[in-house]
């Protein structure tokens, strides 16, 4: 079966990846695709700047629902530099602890007399 | 009519101390002249955080007037498009080191990172720098946007930055009226943290104020690129300040609180040593 592409640039109508709604609507385009057991991949071809405003909703979301394992066997990144995939690293794993453990915030508030 | 003089306004401690001491000279007048001189020197970064009280002190019917001791400041203030907001002209820029002032709506995202790229990234006083090192500022700088935009429920955000080229620097300063840090990791942990307390704890990785979503993120990938690019990044909220220089953090308390939240962040444009990603980084999936 053919993988499914999703061109970001097209979806955003911008080189600028910066808002959390259009990182919800990448978001909404891949939850679909993925509740169909299709292979994704993610095009960022002429995108110039992501934030993690935009991947936290755009693929952090995703593991509300899929395991970490299972998302990256169905996506893959293409058109993309080495430091914004590094950047979709960050944001998976720590929505990866983030859905393991919602209430995990409630109990850093100790955390800044650790150091 | 009393003139209010700030005097050698630089983005530190005293700095901001003399614009939160502005702000609550003149919080509760009502249809006064506000008379502002400035002398010696104002930074023209921070007219994003004066613009933003000036805007709450006009909100009660006060009018606000300028002076100045030196017409350079005046002149830079024009060409930056700050003192327009107050009836002045505005003034070509033909030195070319001025990054424009401006009030933007939280939802204008898109139309900040056009600004960013218009104004800090696509002129040619660096043609130099590395494409990295330039998206690297514009993330840092967009990152601060979305931060003020998510967490702050503020009604405008103030941005100005200005270029020091002999110094080989780019300073560039945020503001927004809103909550504040404070307010917002209290509200959300229901703990009564002071102001330097709830800045440590937004500002450490994974930790964020938003329900329903993973993040926390974006603050700790920025202090990481302020520290390979040996810049400054300093936090002013309520009456909390915080900077992170020369890898070191300081923490102080204004006497009294700013309304809202500014950001600052100095880049060197003369550093080329920014860490580049190896073999060790490499993306696992």
Known sequence: ?115 | MDIYTLSSVNPDYYGYSQIIMLYHSYRNAEFEQVQIKINQWFNASLCSCLGSILDLIQSNYNDVYFSFDDDRIRYTMQRNGFLPYYGYDKLSDGYNTTIGYKKLLPQDGKCFSEYVNDQLLSRNDYPEKSEFLKRRIHESISEIFSNAKLHSDTINIYVCGQCFKGKHQIVFTLTDTGIGIKERVNNTLGTNYDSIDAIKWAIKDRHTTKWGVPGGIGLSILTEYINENNGIFQIISDDGFYELKDQKEEFRKFDLPFPGTVVTLVFRMDDEDVRHFDDNDAFPY
């Open chain 1, 1 to 115: 079966m053919d993988k499914i592409k999703i061109d970001v640039y097209n979806i955003v109508s911008s080189p600028y990846c910066v808002e959390s709604e259009d990182g919800e609507r990448i978001f909404q385009a891949i939850e679909k695709a993925l509740g169909k057991g299709r292979d994704i991949v993610v095009s960022f071809k002429n995108v110039e700047i992501i934030t993690t405003a935009f991947l936290n909703p755009a693929i952090g979301k995703l593991l509300e629902c899929h395991t970490k394992e299972e998302v990256l066997a169905k996506m893959s990144f293409v058109d993309i530099i080495e430091s914004d995939k590094l950047k979709i690293n960050r944001v998976i794993e720590t929505a990866e602890l983030y859905y393991k453990d919602p209430d995990r915030m409630q109990r850093t508030v100790d955390s800044i007399y650790e150091d």
